[in-house]
């Protein structure tokens, strides 16, 4: 016989945000129990936070590189391929 699972719950990016700021106040177990998740779930969703943050800080310090040049498409594969 098998488990009977129960359906997954998609969470907004809103709520995921407000949940991370409540276990930077409060610490990941309290805020973890308080709204009835895994204190894992807390740790996955920071991770991916931090990611898409860190790749935005990279995609803006390039674009801030790019300002002002004059690169044809040649010259952009270039400078992409010697970082």
Same mark, same amino acid.
């Given at each position: $016989? %098998?488990?009977? *699972?129960?359906?997954?719950? &998609?969470?907004?990016? =809103?709520? !995921? ?7 930077? !106040?409060?610490? &990941? %177990?309290?805020?973890?129990? =308080?709204?009835?998740? /895994?204190?894992?779930?807390?740790? &996955? ?5 931090? *990611?898409?943050?860190? /790749?935005?800080? *990279? ?6 590189? $790019? ?8 010259? $952009?594969?270039? $400078? &992409?391929?010697? *970082?």
């Amino acid at each position: $016989m %098998t488990a009977h *699972r129960q359906p997954r719950i &998609v969470h907004s990016e =809103q709520f !995921k945000s407000e949940a991370l700021q409540l276990a930077a !106040k409060i610490a &990941v %177990t309290s805020a973890a129990k =308080q709204l009835n998740l /895994s204190s894992s779930q807390f740790y &996955v969703w920071r991770n991916a936070f931090r *990611r898409k943050q860190s /790749s935005s800080e *990279r995609e803006h310090t390039f674009a801030v590189e $790019m300002d002002g040049r004059q690169i044809g498409p040649r010259g $952009m594969a270039q $400078m &992409v391929l010697s *970082r």
